[in-house]
């Protein structure tokens, strides 16, 4: 009896991306010729030296004769900026209270307590995890979305829609692709 092979993707030849969030991501993806995808969402401090690093270190492959670079980026898109601003603050405070509680005897914490820590100097640190978050009406995460493709230079970007309701999280993947093919919906 013949042994079986289980190989998922088998001669299907799946492009290769390197997702990563530190400089040695973008030296991997460099060294082996792989479009880069620099994970800004939540680790946003090494982004222009990662894509730096990755664009100077860059040796072609059979997959990719050039850099390709992708920035992923947290989006909240609502239909009028005080909801946007609403819900991201609601997403930040769940993101640090997630960070604060681990484990089964983690205390409890409430929106005041989280916004108290949050203006202290650890709190700060959590709080600039999510600073590439585009948040508000259509036009204003387009322009968001705009600027950072120029200053990073990227080929894509991935949108991470960070609202914790799944509705909003829905109507804000409505109004981005509304937002970006100049479509209001």
């Known amino acids: 009896m013949p042994g079986v092979q289980a190989i998922p993707g088998a001669g299907t030849n799946v492009p290769l991306y390197i997702l990563g969030s530190s400089l040695f991501g973008a030296g991997l993806a460099a060294a082996?010729?792989?479009?880069?995808?620099?994970?800004?969402?939540f680790a946003?401090?090494?982004?222009?030296?990662?894509?730096a690093l990755y664009r100077r270190d860059f040796t072609p492959s059979a997959q990719l004769a050039e850099p390709h670079v992708i920035v992923a980026v947290n989006v909240i898109a609502a239909d009028d900026q005080a909801d946007a601003v609403r819900q991201f603050e609601e997403t930040r405070r769940n993101?640090?209270?997630?960070?604060?509680?681990?484990?089964?005897?983690?205390p409890e914490y409430s929106d005041q307590q989280i916004d108290a820590f949050l203006v202290t100097a650890e709190g700060q640190q959590i709080a600039k995890m999510m600073r590439y978050s585009a948040?508000?009406?259509p036009s204003a995460v387009r322009v968001f979305l705009d600027d950072l493709v120029a200053a990073t230079h990227a080929d894509e970007l991935i949108i991470?829609?960070?609202s914790r309701d799944i509705e909003a999280r829905l109507r804000s993947v409505e109004l981005t692709a509304g937002a970006i093919n100049g479509v209001s919906v």
Do not use: K, N, Q, W
């Open 32 to 41: 082996l010729g792989l479009p880069y995808a620099f994970a800004s969402h």
């Open 135 to 137: 948040v508000g009406d």
């Open 44 to 51: 946003p401090d090494a982004l222009h030296e990662a894509i």
């Open 160 to 162: 991470a829609h960070a």
């Open 95 to 106: 993101r640090v209270r997630g960070m604060l509680t681990r484990g089964p005897a983690s």
